[in-house]
């Protein structure tokens, strides 16, 4: 695999890259922000041009020059559901993650910021001579939408179920577990639950990515900073108190629910110690937390009359074998359980990225009005 690869991953408060060359990756680096410095912005999508300088200040650090970029991969952004694949970032897309429209979240600065590079790069390599040029894309966006109708129904008519989900890690997933056992994504079955800050669960069939939740809209599991879905009238009661207001009730949700709201903390090694260390109240909940995966799971599950091939455990919580076996306990019945614990974004965003230079893939274009 020939080229040079820059990913770029953007989450709250760092921004994760990586270099890969030839195929090997020559470092990863995950460049935190400070609280201070995040300050100093009234929006997220004001952080764009902050970010990328640290990208390319910690790139000539490294000793990367720019020129020597073929592609720069990045997170896909909250953006119009679009199918999953690969798309390069055209100004459709730049306009629309700037908008906002559903979502100012971290992850829309990354197109923003691996297009701005690729100028940058094209730049620098039409100053030495050099012809090619230096494209962006993203790969398996997180809205990316192949939902069956009947899935999106729900149970009022203006609420409709959307998508939501880890669709990068969940997919590259699937294609690790289908590699393994000799056959495509298209030809397997799979159900994975990712389970990290966010959680969602995702049913693969034939390529397609048929129904999930939506992880950032308060539908799913219980995380360790989101509540999932919770009970409609007590939360309607709590919005009609006059104590809270639309932006409070929507952290309390996702930010500030699931184990923040319980324990003050989203570390599931400091829960799992304290309960080992005999707080009943942190046993019970992780308990709760592994049920409440189980049961979206087995959910899930039903849509394709209990034919799955595999479940896949994996996302940052994967790591812990306790939690990861007592939810494999739970969904064995259905499909056996494999475990990749870990996000594996950057690895997938760069897998991605040698597709394209071999010409593995159909580029597409965002177009607002693509559904």
């Known amino acids: 695999m020939k080229g040079r690869i820059l990913v770029i991953n953007t989450g709250s408060t760092s921004t994760k890259i990586a270099v890969y ?23 997220v999508m004001e952080q764009g041009d902050m ?32 199918r999953t694949g690969v798309y390069e970032v055209n100004q459709a897309m730049r306009d629309a993650l700037m908008e906002a429209k559903e979502g100012a979240h971290a992850c829309n600065l990354s ?23 230096c494209r962006a894309f993203i790969a398996d966006p997180p809205m990316a939408d192949e939902m ?39 030809e397997v079955t799979v159900i994975v639950a990712h389970m990290g800050g966010g959680s969602s ?7 397609l990515v048929i129904d999930t939740n939506d992880a950032l809209g308060g539908d799913g599991p219980i995380s360790p900073e989101r509540a999932g879905s919770v009970p409609a009238f007590p939360l309607v009661e709590k919005c009609f108190s006059g104590k809270w207001t639309e932006a409070q009730i929507k952290k309390r949700l996702v930010g500030r629910g699931g184990a923040i709201a319980y324990f003050g903390t989203n570390d599931f090694r400091e829960i799992t ?30 849509v394709v009359c209990g034919e799955v091939d595999a479940i896949i455990l994996t996302g940052g919580i ?8 007592e939810i494999a306990r739970r969904v064995r019945f259905i499909a056996p359980v494999e475990v990749y614990p870990g996000e594996n974004e950057l690895e997938s965003l760069a897998e991605n990225g040698y597709g394209i230079l071999a010409g593995e893939f159909d580029i597409k274009y965002y177009h607002p009005d693509h559904f």
């Open 111 to 133: 197109a923003l910021i691996a297009d701005d590079i690729a100028a940058m790069v094209n730049k620098a390599r039409e100053a030495k001579g050099i012809d090619a040029k």
């Open 318 to 325: 994967a790591n812990n074998p306790v939690i990861s076996e």
């Open 51 to 82: 970010r990328r300088d640290t990208i390319t200040d910690f790139l000539s650090e490294k000793g990367v020059a720019l020129e020597s970029i073929d592609i720069a991969m990045a997170r896909g952004g909250l953006i119009t559901p679009i």
């Open 21 to 43: 060359d030839s195929g090997e990756m020559m470092f990863e680096k995950n460049l935190t922000h400070s609280a201070e410095e995040i300050a100093q912005y009234e929006s």
């Open 201 to 207: 669960v995702s049913l693969h069939r034939n390529g």
């Open 148 to 186: 069956l109708p009947e899935v999106k129904v729900g149970g009022l008519p203006e609420f409709p179920r959307r998508t939501l989900f880890h669709a990068l890690n969940s997919r590259a997933m699937v294609r690790r577990y289908a590699k393994s056992i000799g056959k495509t994504n298209k």
């Open 273 to 302: 110690a304290r309960a080992n260390a005999g707080e009943k109240e942190c046993d019970i909940f992780l308990h709760g937390y592994c049920v409440s995966v189980a049961k979206y799971v087995a959910s899930l599950a039903a």
